[in-house]
T-cell receptor
Framework: DAGVIQSPRHEVTEMGQEVTLRCKPISGHNSLFWYRQTMMRGLELLIYFNNNVPIDDSGMPEDRFSAKMPNASFSTLKIQPSEPRDSAVYFC???????????FGSGTQLSVL | GNSVTQMEGPVTLSEEAFLTINCTYT??????LFWYVQYPGEGLQLLLK?????DKGSNKGFEATYRKETTSFHLEKGSVQVSDSAVYFC??????????????FGQGTTLQVKP
């Protein structure tokens, strides 16, 4: 079975540019999470969706960040405009609504110069 | 609010040594508790879990017991291997019925095992 698929694996961009990260959850999973990992702050939950509906976006740092889930098999996390402090590894994870086991993608390493 | 605190790393051990990574939590209600492991360049994977007080989760030689009285969920392994080198995350999920809530992670503890 394919796991959670994230793209791109690595992204290098310049400050001020728009960045879009993509995620395909495991088929049949109806809960999707976006996390950000940095050395300083560890693993932070940015937002999560249940049945494509955002449930908690309190972790989204500011208005420059937005996330969408237009259907059950696709989600995006967008940063516009990007800043150097956004540099981190961004993970997408999915699970079913009734099972607490979370499956993570391999992450997107974002570097904003 | 809910939070998880782990011992700071890195933890450096020789092969076959005994491992303990401390984890304590703060939560309202009765959370489920987890240990996740992250190998270099990969996403996190569930290692073990416990859903109620006094439960013991175990997997691949690792164990952790849900201690409500001390709000702890320490990870242990009797004899570590070089292949256990990774970052270990303690996490909790706030109690939910039916639809489960979000996972809150600790900062992570890096384990380095030397041959």
């Amino acid at each position: 079975d394919a796991g959670v698929i994230q793209s791109p694996r690595h992204e290098v961009t310049e400050m001020g540019q728009e960045v879009t990260l993509r995620c395909k959850p495991i088929s049949g999973h109806n809960s999707l999470f976006w996390y950000r990992q940095t050395m300083m702050r560890g693993l932070e939950l940015l937002i999560y969706f249940n049945n494509n509906v955002p449930i908690d976006d309190s972790g989204m740092p500011e208005d420059r960040f937005s996330a969408k889930m237009p259907n059950a098999s696709f989600s995006t996390l967008k940063i516009q405009p990007s800043e150097p402090r956004d540099s981190a590894v961004y993970f997408c994870a999915s699970r079913t609504l009734t099972n607490e086991k979370l499956f993570f993608g391999s992450g997107t390493q974002l570097s904003v110069l | 609010g809910n939070s998880v605190t782990q011992m700071e790393g890195p933890v450096t051990l020789s092969e076959e040594a005994f491992l303990t990574i401390n984890c304590t939590y703060t939560a309202t209600g009765y959370p489920s508790l987890f240990w996740y492991v992250q190998y270099p360049g990969e996403g996190l994977q569930l290692l073990l879990k416990a859903t109620k007080a006094d439960d013991k989760g175990s997997n691949k030689g690792f164990e952790a017991t849900y201690r409500k009285e001390t709000t702890s969920f320490h990870l242990e392994k009797g004899s570590v291997q070089v292949s256990d080198s990774a970052v270990y995350f303690c996490a909790l999920s706030a109690q939910g019925s039916g639809n489960t809530g979000k996972l809150i992670f600790g900062q992570g503890t890096t384990l380095q095992v030397k041959p």
